[in-house]
């Protein structure tokens, strides 16, 4: 799991795991191990003494006279805090021990095998197990234990032990798969289950709504019937069992639900949080799933989701960077197939001077370096200017202006790139002078090869023309030639930095071209200091 994605899968307050009591992603093996056993055994020694409370309060209430009960109470209020000591003990000893001895492999550091992740995420089911086998003798105690002082209430004392034990057996579990969260992280990462792995979404809430209201409100409907069958309770008595019965339901049940929802909600949410994260453009976000159920499963598939989205973008960009942005964004908007359009557009060409000297004097490390230089200069003035650079020919480049994104003043930004990227090849890489040539016209714009292989390009006349004029360029000072036609299109703002120099019938032409070069830009006043 990354760390550096802790704060995309958290909400508002709260860890990775839906708690911050369940500490970060990346925490030490030996600290999780320490906080999971430190919550683990709190959290059942607060439940055994809450079940504790509940079998002497009961007790005290449900016994059908004073003088009857009495002495019963009594034995067992101090039976109960002897036996909970001691199912305490037994209980850190037998679950907890055993619970991290089937975690042993998160120590170990390594992945676990198939047997070790399913006993892993059946921890909380064996804790539960252990806290029912506890509770299960002590009801039996507690019932030898009324048979003996007092029979007539037998059935009472069993109700009122088995329903704290349902109690405890309830929050054990779900503490317990809360606890362990960390570890079924652990346990299910880099996994894509095909199916859940501890039981679904349906059987949880079922066994909750068995815990929770089923079993509380049964043993609520006995002690009624165990009331009227006795014939001996007072309607005062049996008003007051039934009212401290209803409100430990009504308590427990809010309990219960609690637990619940924040066991439905926490992987839901963080599910929202990593979409979030997702929409604003991070595709490197990854939620931990520590849930076994079809919960689990959406936060699988939104990991797996994730890295499709972040593989597709990664080739979105590297498809961009081959063939330009607007020719990638046109291919996955439309349906890639072979053939064009004709459109209008300006072309810029651009070819270094001496490149074969180059080659040849200097290093091929070197010589790359040069053309790496050479080249940023040509695609940062062209898509400052909004054009696309078609492809690199070796030491030249061709750029379109107008496709495949249609541009008003086509000419006037081919210029204008034109300009800058001379003023600029001359400033910061004079050692590679280049020719510039801009050129206008009609064009076939589109796909061109085969079906299986093809690419974006423009053919006409204009392009054969401004790689002709880029061969002349390299014999001018200005190092950059343009066709009167591209002056005419542009408007007057960019026309004006060019004037007409003489007509040139260009090789494979049969019509003379006029030429033009930029005016000699005027020197700034000098300032004084």
């Known amino acids: 799991m990354r760390s550096d994605n802790d704060s995309s899968v958290r909400g508002r307050g709260q860890g990775p795991f839906g708690s911050w009591l369940l500490g970060p992603l990346d925490q030490d093996t030996a600290v999780l191990r320490r906080r999971v056993q430190g919550l683990l055994t709190g959290t059942l020694i607060a439940t055994n003494v809450i079940g504790a409370l509940v079998v002497v309060g009961l007790a005290a209430l449900l016994m059908p006279a004073p003088g009857m009960s009495g002495e019963l109470v009594r034995v067992t209020a101090i039976a109960v ?11 850190a000893l037998w679950g907890t021990r055993g619970a991290l001895r089937t975690l042993r492999w998160a120590a170990e550091g390594r992945k676990p095998t198939d047997d070790e992740r399913a006993a892993s995420l059946r921890v909380p089911l064996r804790l539960t197990l252990v806290q029912a086998v506890l509770w299960g003798v002590a009801t039996v105690v507690f019932g030898a234990l009324a048979a003996l002082v007092q029979p007539k209430v037998v059935l009472t004392e069993l109700l009122v032990v088995a329903f704290a034990g349902v109690v405890v057996c309830a929050i054990a579990y779900l503490a317990g798969e809360f606890i362990l969260r960390p570890y079924a992280a652990l346990a299910l990462a880099g996994t894509s289950p095909a199916r859940p792995l501890s039981g679904g979404v349906n059987l949880r809430m079922l066994l909750f709504w068995c815990l929770g209201t089923g079993v509380p409100v049964a043993g609520l409907v006995v002690t009624a019937i165990l009331a009227w069958v006795r014939g001996d309770v007072s309607t005062t008595k049996l008003a007051v069992s039934v009212i401290v019965l209803g409100l430990v339901v009504l308590c427990f049940g809010l309990l219960v639900t609690v637990f619940t929802a924040r066991a439905v909600v926490n992987p839901i949410r963080s599910v929202q949080h990593a979409l979030g994260r997702v929409r604003a453009g991070d595709f490197t976000v990854e939620i931990p799933v520590y849930d076994g159920t079809e919960l689990g499963l959406l936060q699988a598939g939104f990991n797996g989701m994730a890295v499709g989205l972040a593989e597709r973008e990664r080739l979105r960009d590297l498809f961009g960077r081959h063939v330009g942005e607007d020719v990638a964004t046109e291919a996955m908007r439309t349906t890639a197939e072979l053939g ?25 490390e070197e010589v790359v370096g040069l053309l790496n230089r050479f080249f940023a200069v040509v695609v940062d003035e062209v898509d400052r200017n909004h054009g696309l650079v078609n492809k690199f020919v070796g030491d030249a480049a061709l750029t379109i202006f107008g496709a495949p994104v249609r541009l008003e003043e086509h000419a006037a930004l081919a210029l204008s790139a034109g300009r800058a990227i001379a003023r600029r090849l001359a400033a910061e890489v004079p050692e590679c002078p280049a020719g510039i040539g801009v050129a206008t016209g009609e064009v076939v714009a589109g796909n061109v090869g085969d079906p299986r292989r093809f690419e974006y390009t423009v053919i006409g006349d204009p392009v054969n023309e401004a790689a002709r004029l880029t061969e002349l360029a390299k014999n001018v000072e200005a190092r950059l030639l343009a066709s009167w036609t591209a002056i005419e299109s542009a408007g007057e703002a960019e026309a004006g930095h060019w004037k007409a120099t003489e007509d040139v019938t260009l090789r494979g032409r049969s019509r003379p071209t006029t030429l033009a070069t930029p005016r000699a830009e005027p020197v700034p006043d000098s300032q004084p200091l």
């Open 340 to 364: 064009g359009t004709v459109r209008t557009v300006s072309v810029l060409f651009v070819d270094l001077i001496g490149s074969t000297a180059l080659a040849a004097s200097r290093p091929p």
């Open 81 to 91: 805090p002897v036996y909970v000591v001691s199912a305490v003990v037994v209980g």
